[in-house]
């Protein structure tokens, strides 16, 4: 079975005193079990995060990465360091990096072999903007995306990869993909990887879905045969509204 799951991104917000308020308030709250739920904070909270997770089951994944070890690359953080402090999930490919800081798709690809070499798992993310939907281009876009990301990597390693759909155009701005055209694309990235990696690989892999989820909304979308989750923004920095979103399902 697939694995559900909840992973708030907690993107540039927060210092660590209110990040480890945040933090607490989550644990204090009635998380589903059933549900694998993962926070990733910003780079700074990882080491203390980690000490406070240890006895519990959440998870805790990085926003970023480098691809390499160590290096002359001011300002990075490699995998390795991630790994050091107990990061066991790295969010790669989101949209923000690829607008902001010109992530391609093959630099992107270099961070999901090292982050799968390192024995850590890949959220990577993929989406349309509005006119690549508006002009119908959105299947190709996500085949791209997808192809130029994953599959350099084997059956293994893929499997342990978690895949987001983020419409770009849902991400941080209330406007949410309805349910049928999530499941579209969602059944959509399915059928790419089941026509390369066969459908036991396709099948296993949890897709989550991104973009303006929320207590009000999540219900209707993961209960929807090809999506496995959540990658969550907004409603992810309120620990009632993450623990809500565990029991979405
Ligand atoms: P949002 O962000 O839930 O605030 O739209 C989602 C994301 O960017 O991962």
Known sequence: M??????GNWKMNLDLDEGKELLINILDTDLNN?????????????????RIL??????????NCHHQDSGAYTGEISVKMLKSVGVEYVILGHSERREYFQEDSLAISFKV?????NGLRPIYCCGETLIERQDGEHFKTIAKQIKQGLFNLNEMELLNCIIA?????????GETASPAQAQEIHAFIRKTIAQQYGDLV????????????KPANAQELFNCPDIDGGLIGGAALDAKSFATLTHSF
């Open 2 to 7: 697939r694995q559900k799951i909840v992973a």
């Open 34 to 50: 059933d549900v694998l739920a993962i926070v990733a904070p910003p780079y700074i909270h990882l080491n203390s995060f980690k």
């Open 54 to 63: 240890s006895h519990t089951n959440i998870g805790l994944a990085a926003q």
């Open 113 to 117: 072999n090292t982050v799968v070499q």
């Open 165 to 173: 759909y983020e419409p770009i155009w849902a991400i941080g701005t």
């Open 202 to 213: 396709a099948n296993n892999i949890s897709i989550l879905y991104g973009g303006s989820v």
